[in-house]
């Protein structure tokens, strides 16, 4: 032993197997023939097991399976789901927000009467696509099944999850099950309660009785099998009075929910509570505001994405309060503050705002943009200095995050979460996307999935405000204000708002 991490794909055992797998390309698609002739025939080949849903080769290593499972030819049914499109998803998610008494998630005064009265009306429309999680370590867990007992290793952020999956697949006793919870080469929700590939790997392990197996997922079967962060697209229209005051605000969101098949006590009288979140719980003072709601369901599996509807609802409702700032004449970061008044989110906004210098006159070249947004019990801000030059190419240079979590026992740890959560955001708004073809993912590594790298990464200004009494999360809120901020200083620079992402899709790119 010398102190090295051991994860899920690093685990060997004696006379394992090594397994891959292939999966229908189109969701919900299922296995008609199989012809595995010269798959049997290639070295190290051991065994070739199929099932309705996948089709997964052992061998004596993992590239001998991987090369094997190529080798396959496999008849897939896929329905109608053959047809679904990334046009045809956005054409139903228009639907939605076309709806007409939409379930209401929470109404405060009459928006609509604040809206015929304002002086200045604005209206805007905001859309995300899917995104991946994109691990290091694709979807790995290893089995050693007998009928007496089971046995997994698995890199899980949720061990109830495994063992009751584990169980389910064996029909063993949870009593009779053993998870090993190995360090996970990222997770980011994708390895919490969508468990599906320590249920295969159980599956495969039950066909071989003693003998231990890992199934490790190939990188292309990772990103076209993935628990997407959900598609949205948002409606927004807000007023203001002659003075500039904010009157009154409506929402209305179509989207997929992720907790209509996970957890489905969070979808209430046609609401999920999950993706509500940012909107429903929002802080602002405005006497009259309406959050509509509309549950759109697709064949491509949702799931959550580190910090799930406090990545995209902050970018639709800050960018928007941005907006309003700007028709208003007014500086986004004062046109909060009052209305923030005696809450936790005004200081952290105070905060962000000091750490960035936003009371001193920017550089030349340089611009601002600022944002607030509290979740998981934590309030955080974040407040972006960029650059562009020749139009397109971005440099971000700094980057301050705000946040009171309540107690803070390890500063160090707070501001690596910090850190990573900047690079996380900046990353997701300028290249993530995965886009539906003929019911399938069309993109398939990091080659059309790609992520941010280290000469992207901005100075970060971690900015600790713990005010005590509670305890907050401090993993996932650092994420929720870069995105919006960050796309608030690029209107100042550019005068170009840009309400949908990826930015790449805008023809924008990082200084590298």
Request: proline share 5%; hydrophobic share 40%.
């Amino acid at each position: 032993m010398n102190g090295s991490q051991i994860y899920a794909a690093d685990v060997r055992l004696p006379g394992m197997l090594h397994a891959s797998i292939i999966q229908s390309p189109v969701f919900g698609g299922f296995v008609k023939r199989v012809d595995d002739a010269k798959a049997k025939a290639m070295p190290g080949v051991k065994h070739v097991i199929a099932t309705e849903e996948w089709v997964a080769v052992l061998a004596t290593n993992w590239w001998q399976a991987n090369q094997a499972v190529k080798a396959l030819k496999i008849d897939w049914e896929n329905g109608s789901k053959g047809d679904v499109s990334s046009a045809s998803i956005m054409q139903s998610l228009r639907e939605g927000i076309a709806v007409t008494n939409a379930p209401v998630a929470r109404k405060d005064g009459d928006s609509t009467q604040a809206l015929a009265n304002a002086h200045t009306v604005l209206e805007a429309e905001y859309h995300t696509g899917f995104v991946n999680h994109a691990t290091m370590e694709p979807q790995t867990a290893a089995a050693l099944f007998t009928p007496e007992s089971l046995e997994v290793w698995v890199g899980t952020q949720n061990g109830e999850a495994s063992i009751a999956a584990a169980s389910a697949v064996s029909g063993l006793a949870l009593d009779k099950v053993q998870i090993h919870k190995m360090h996970a080469g990222g997770a980011f929700g994708r390895r919490g309660p969508h468990q599906d590939f320590t249920k295969q790997a159980v599956k495969i392990a039950m066909a071989v009785p003693g003998t231990p197996i890992r199934l490790q997922w190939s990188r292309e079967e990772d990103i076209r099998q993935g628990r997407y962060r959900p598609v949205s697209l948002v409606k927004l229209r807000g007023g203001l009075d002659k003075d500039g005051n904010w009157l009154g605000w409506e929402v209305k969101q179509s989207d997929q929910s992720i907790a209509l098949n996970v957890f489905p006590q969070f979808v209430k009288d046609g609401i999920d509570q999950i993706n509500t979140r940012v909107f429903r719980d929002n802080p602002y003072a405005v006497p009259n505001f309406t959050n509509e709601y509309v549950l759109k369901e697709f064949h491509v599996p949702p799931g959550f994405w580190r910090a799930v509807a406090h990545t995209n609802n902050p970018f639709y409702r800050e960018c928007f309060i941005d907006e309003l700032a700007h028709a208003a004449g007014k500086d986004p970061y004062q046109f909060r503050r009052p209305l923030l008044e005696g809450k936790k989110d005004q200081a952290v906004l105070d905060a962000a705002a000091k750490a960035i210098g936003w009371d001193k006159p920017a550089r030349k070249g340089i611009h601002r943009g600022i944002a607030v947004v509290d979740s998981y019990g934590s309030f955080t801000a974040a407040a972006v200095e960029l650059s562009v030059s020749k139009g397109n190419v971005i440099d971000v240079k700094r980057v301050a995050v705000a946040i009171d979590c309540g107690h803070v026992v390890h500063p160090d740890a707070v501001k690596a979460q910090i850190e990573g959560g900047v690079i996380w955001g900046l990353s997701a708004l300028m290249f993530e996307d995965i886009t539906i073809e003929k019911g399938a993912v069309k993109q398939s590594n990091f080659g059309d999935y790609p992520l941010a790298r280290i000469s992207h990464a901005p100075q970060v200004l971690s900015v600790l405000v713990p005010s005590g009494g509670f305890w907050g999360g401090v993993g996932e809120p650092p994420i929720g204000g870069v995105i919006p901020a960050m796309m608030n200083a690029l209107f100042s620079a550019t005068g170009k708002r840009i309400r949908s992402l990826p930015l790449k899709h805008h023809g924008f790119r990082y200084k590298t």
